[in-house]
């Protein structure tokens, strides 16, 4: 029980350190933006040559599930990495490596923390979701229908975000700017290649699920099996902004048909996650001095000098110059 209040704790004075940063608020700002850019509908989703689902509440949440999985794949490892970081330049952490506090238990108090800010714009991604649902949807707000793909597909994937952010800044050489570059290039690689997948909603293709940590293959599967439903000319899912053809055909989309292997699949990252986070732990140094790699210090002002003590002047004999004689001065 012990174990458990610490780690709680832990992550809950995390979180709310970062609550108070104006970095926070700039998060804050982007998620908003890309709240507006989804209900403007300036990212869309379709399936070639021209077709587009009904605007409803399967639709928008999948469509905020792929955008949240697009977007805060990049986005939210940069958002939640440098907490460890912060430990480090601020002392906090070699306060902490004089408790009992395990490895394993700071770094799942790390994870959880960077999970609960990533949940907090997947929260406000789901509230903008809804806004188009109202605003722009038709046959009414179906709350489980919006909600499901965000839970089943989005919090996984940013559960596993959370988890590469704390193993990345648990290893030194990743801690720095040389990890932001190295991340960027795996998640440009996962991108390229999800996005050249012949499984991207290519008639014939199968999707195995426990291959697409992000999401993507199995959203573009299931909105692309719809559209072939009614047209028998629909080929290949695409997602993103720029030109849209006027005038696009509609299907009603029914959301992702959630079998056990998708179920699973999403558990088994969530597990996966977690592995992450273990490691983190073993290859943590615990804020050992030793391997601490060296911070710049504001340069402390010089002591003043002691003033030079002054040598000794030899003085030669000295006399006192006697009183002139005078009148002698009685008392009667």
């Known amino acids: 029980m012990k174990t458990v209040r610490i780690f709680y704790h832990l992550a809950r004075a995390d979180f709310f350190e970062r609550t108070r940063r104006y970095s926070f608020l700039l998060m804050l700002g982007l998620v908003l933006w890309l709240g507006y850019v989804v209900v403007s509908g300036q990212f869309r989703m379709s399936v070639n040559p021209n077709y587009v689902g009904v605007i ?28 460890v970081d912060r430990d480090y330049d601020t002392g906090v952490g070699q306060i902490m490596a004089t408790t009992p506090m395990s490895r394993s238990l700071y770094t799942l108090g790390k994870w959880l ?23 722009l949807g038709q046959g009414g707000l179906n709350i ?30 990743l801690r720095g700017g040389l990890g932001n570059i190295v991340y960027f290039v795996l998640w440009l690689t996962l991108i390229s290649v999800t996005a050249g997948s012949t499984a991207m909603g290519k008639p014939g293709s199968t999707v195995n699920p426990y291959l697409d940590p992000a999401g993507m293959l199995t959203i573009g599967d299931s909105v692309s099996r719809s559209a072939r439903g009614v047209y028998l000319d629909a080929t290949t899912f695409s997602f993103g902004s720029g030109y849209v053809a006027d005038n696009p ?84």
Do not use: C
């Not at 999948?62 to 907490?83: H, M, N, P, Q, W």
């Not at 949940?119 to 109202?134: E, K, P, Q, S």
């Not at 996984?156 to 988890?163: D, K, N, Q, V, Y």
């Open 56 to 83: 409803n509440s399967a639709w928008v949440g999948t469509l905020v599930a792929l955008t949240t999985t697009f977007v805060l794949g990049l986005v939210g490892f940069y958002i939640v990495k440098g907490s």
């Open 113 to 135: 923390s960077n999970y609960a800010v990533l949940g907090i714009t997947l929260v406000i991604l789901a509230l903008a979701g809804i806004v188009m649902n109202v605003w």
């Open 144 to 173: 489980v229908a919006l909600v499901a793909p965000l839970v089943l597909i989005a919090l996984p994937w940013l559960g596993l975000i959370a988890a590469v952010a704390v193993l990345f800044e648990s290893v030194a050489w």
């Open 249 to 332: 055909e509609l299907f009603t989309y029914n959301g992702i048909q959630w079998t056990t292997a998708i179920l699973v699949s999403r558990l088994l990252l969530l597990l996966v996650a977690v592995g992450l986070v273990m490691l983190a732990s073993v290859l943590f140094d615990r804020f050992n001095p030793a391997r601490l790699r060296p911070v710049k210090r504001r340069a402390a002002a010089p002591e003043p000098a002691p003033a030079p003590v002054a040598e000794p002047i030899p003085v030669s004999s000295v006399r006192l110059t006697p009183l002139p004689k005078g009148p002698a001065m009685r008392f009667r």
